[in-house]
Structures are given as structure tokens and as C-alpha cells.
């Protein structure tokens, strides 16, 4: 554990963080009363503060960063594109990044989402989603088809319209004047099992609630919105991929997009490159994000059918997608994305990641036999449990993870470990034990 106290060069830092920098999801003046992590540079899985203090990243700088911080290959293939081309519009330019991760990308989905359109983050991603589909509705001539489905307790974003797709009470609630409603339906979270069911079954219940919805409005609905196989921001609330199948032979048959946001579960997160894969099957339109760079820097993209993409290809510009951002395209984020898929092919990642998570299940035999958590799941190198706690755990677990070198940030009740990709045997075994001491530690601090 860590005991040595701060020198005042750190005190310093963070004094002068609270003072001028707004500090994401956060309530400032709680954050007061908490010490910031002053952190000094990264290395592999792990993060050193500015008194040389040691973190392990245990959920990869949420849940971006797979091959580790300051990776020599991804280091290097940025260092090349700094010497040529750091940055270019890309309305009217194009360059060799963005053209080869677009070509890269399609191939992985086997050529079903053929158009790659750049953004910057995962919510400018999910409001290019939106705006694809009801433009797309209206060029074919049904620009009645202007409402939304999510999923309940899904999240896809900060930004307003995206906001108006995600049903997570902290983020939207404040905000909800200025936003369109969308029709929220049950979700597939197997953790509702009834006596009785399975993970299959809570699936079977929630693709009715939607078919019975789709019946009613599917003139009206543009699309679905859906986070394939893990709703992270719902507390790793994970479902069968059954659920998946049955959405989309359901927007097929009721003539409604499906859209995949696999911002967070994409890039190998759930087991396979892109979560959908599980269960065979592609979206009208795909979101990717935060792993796709690596951890390295802001980069997000809409993946989409030739459907889609021709209902914008006419003389009228109007017809056109008359989207952009200022850096959409960035050359050096399209060189990071793609010296990640390199990494992703050259140490066969998904095979390595297989057996490593074998190994990580056995290291957590011990933590899964505690007797304060319920409903442990994994979906890939995701691994969740509950604790049944009070409203304070979350901020003690994190507090007293801090104080054993690891960075962990339970959602509510719900502790999870999404740790990046390049772990080896002796550290895989020293987070194991130090997760379950930290459980025992938040728990005794009640």
C-alpha cells in the first residue's frame, strides 16, 4: 500500500487542477475533498504519479487504453506521421490513413459496412448515427420516420442528441427539456432473470417489448440504438447475444435501422473484434470509438451499409450528408487506429486474450466466493460483480483501490475490471488479490 505523503509539488498541481480545469463527470466541490491523481507519465498497464507512485490501469483510462500506455509500436508509427502530414481537412482532401483504416475496418464486418465516416468522440459519433438514419428516411421518402428506440439504462453519450437516446437518470435528467424523447424498451439485462430463466429467456422478454413497439410506430421509427451484448454505463449489465439476432430480424422485418454503439464493447472489449459478431449478425450503422486509437488519442467513426450511404449519393447537395468536424479525419488518429489493428493481427490479440482471461477467472476463484457480491459475469475482458453495499461504497472502493496502487472506479454497486490487453502472469495475479483485499477494505471502512 501506499504510505509515503506528497511532496508539495504535487500539492501544487492539483491545487491549480481544481482551480482552473472542469473536471469531467464530476461534482466539483466533492472532487474538492478528494485528492486528484497528479499523474506524471505511463507505462505499460501502469500509471506513475508525480511522486513516482505506481497505479495499475485496471479499467485502461476508461476503458480506452488495450495495449498500454506509451507502446513502443504505436509510438513509432506516430513519430512517422508527425514528419509527414499531423493534420489536413478532409472535405475535399484526402490522405493514406483515413483512406487505409476505412478500408480496414470494412473488411473486418466482411464488406457488410462499406462507408467510414470520422468524427471525434463517441457521442459525435452516436448523433452522426441519428442524423444518418432520419436523413437517409427522408431522401427515400419517409421523412415521417423520425423516432428513436433505445434501451432502458442505455448510454450513448453526453451530447444532446444522444442524450435523448440514453436512459441513465444522472446524465439526462437535468437536460431533459431541451431534448427529443425517444421510446425506451425493456432491456435484455440478465441479471432480471426470474425463477426459472435464463439469460436467453430476459432476451426473448425484452425483443417482445420491442417487437410490440415496432408494431405500433414503425412508420414513425427510424431506428433502434442498441450497446451489443454489455450496457456499460448500466453497471456491466450484460445479455445474451440471442437478443442481438431477434433485434435485428426485427428492424428487418419492420423496415427500421438497427444501430450498434459499440464504442465502449468494440475492439476486441467482449471477445471478438466487434461485439456484434457473437451473434452473427451486422447493423444498418456501427459506432467505434474510444479503443479503436489505442488510448492514444480522440478518434470516432460511423460504420454503414451501402443502403445508407447511397441515399446520399444525387446531384442535389442538399441530399448530401452535410456533416463535419474540424479535425475529422486527423491523420495522426487514423495512423494510431491503425498501428492498433496492427498490433491486433501481428500478436494475434483476440487468440492471446482467450487464454489470459482463463487465467485471469482462475486468479479470481477467491474474489467470486465472497460473500458480499452477487451476479459475477464476464463478457470477454470484461469482468463485473454487485456488491450488496450502501450509497458510499463506489467512492470508498475507488479511494481505497487508490491506496493499494490500483485505479478502479466501481459504477454504483457495481465493481468491474476491464483491464488492457498486455498484462503478465505475476501482475494478473497481484490484481486478482488486490481487488479482492480492496473489497474487504471498502467494505470494513462502512
Not at 466533492?30 to 508525480?50: H, I
Not at 450513448?156 to 431534448?179: K, N
Not at 472506479?409 to 479482492?436: F, H, K, N, Q, S
Amino acid at each position: 500500500m501506499h504510505d509515503r505523503a506528497p511532496d508539495s509539488r504535487t500539492a501544487d498541481w492539483r491545487a491549480r487542477s481544481l482551480r482552473h480545469v472542469w473536471h469531467p463527470c464530476t461534482q466539483m466541490k466533492r472532487q474538492a475533498a478528494m485528492p486528484l491523481l497528479a499523474l506524471a507519465r505511463g507505462e505499460g498497464p501502469w500509471l506513475v504519479d508525480m511522486d513516482g507512485r505506481r497505479y495499475l490501469d485496471a479499467i485502461s483510462s476508461w476503458w480506452v487504453n488495450l495495449f498500454g500506455h506509451a507502446n513502443a509500436r504505436i509510438n513509432a508509427a506516430l513519430h512517422d506521421q508527425l514528419a509527414r502530414l499531423p493534420h489536413a481537412m478532409l472535405a475535399g482532401c484526402t490522405h493514406a490513413p483515413a483512406v487505409e483504416l476505412a478500408e480496414r475496418l470494412s473488411a473486418l464486418t466482411g464488406g457488410a459496412l462499406g462507408h467510414c465516416f470520422y468524427a471525434s468522440d463517441g457521442a459525435s459519433a452516436v448523433e452522426i448515427a441519428l442524423k444518418m438514419s432520419f436523413h437517409s428516411w427522408r431522401n427515400r421518402g419517409h421523412a415521417d420516420k423520425r423516432e428513436f428506440v433505445c434501451v432502458r439504462h442505455g448510454y450513448h453519450g453526453e451530447t444532446l442528441g444522444a442524450l435523448g437516446v440514453t436512459d441513465v437518470a444522472v446524465f439526462r435528467d437535468a437536460y431533459d427539456p431541451l431534448l427529443r424523447q425517444a421510446h425506451v424498451v425493456a432491456s435484455p439485462d440478465a441479471r432480471q432473470a426470474g425463477p426459472g430463466e435464463d439469460a436467453a429467456a430476459v432476451a426473448q422478454r425484452a425483443a417482445a417489448d420491442l417487437q410490440a413497439l415496432l408494431a405500433a410506430r414503425h412508420r414513425h421509427i427510424a431506428a433502434v440504438i442498441i450497446e451489443p451484448l454489455v450496457q456499460c454505463a448500466a453497471g456491466m449489465a450484460m445479455h445474451d447475444p440471442a437478443y442481438l439476432r431477434q433485434v435485428r430480424a426485427l428492424c428487418d422485418r419492420y423496415q427500421v435501422h438497427l444501430i450498434a454503439d459499440e464504442i465502449a464493447v468494440g475492439c476486441g472489449r467482449t471477445g471478438s473484434f466487434f461485439a456484434c459478431e457473437q451473434a452473427g449478425i451486422w447493423p444498418d450503422l456501427m459506432t467505434l470509438s474510444k479503443g479503436i486509437t489505442g488510448g492514444y488519442l480522440p478518434l470516432s467513426l460511423v460504420l454503414s451499409t451501402d443502403a445508407i450511404h447511397d441515399a446520399f449519393y444525387d446531384d442535389d447537395v442538399a441530399r448530401g450528408f452535410l456533416h463535419s468536424h474540424s479535425y475529422t479525419g486527423n491523420p495522426l488518429a487514423c495512423r494510431a487506429a491503425l498501428a492498433t489493428l496492427a498490433i491486433f493481427d501481428a500478436d494475434d490479440v483476440l487468440a492471446r486474450n482467450r487464454a489470459w482471461a482463463a487465467q485471469f477467472d482462475a486468479a479470481l476463484a477467491p474474489l467470486r466466493r465472497h460473500r458480499a457480491i452477487s451476479h459475477w459475469r464476464r463478457a470477454g475482458m470484461i469482468w463485473a460483480f454487485d456488491v450488496a453495499a450502501d450509497a458510499g461504497f463506489a467512492q470508498r472502493y475507488a479511494a481505497a483501490a487508490l491506496a493499494r496502487g490500483l485505479l478502479l472506479r466501481p459504477i454504483g454497486a457495481t465493481v468491474y475490471l476491464m483491464p488492457p490487453y498486455v498484462l503478465d502472469e505475476a501482475t494478473t495475479a497481484w490484481l486478482a488479490r488486490e481487488t479482492l483485499a480492496t473489497l474487504d477494505d471498502a467494505l470494513e471502512a462502512r
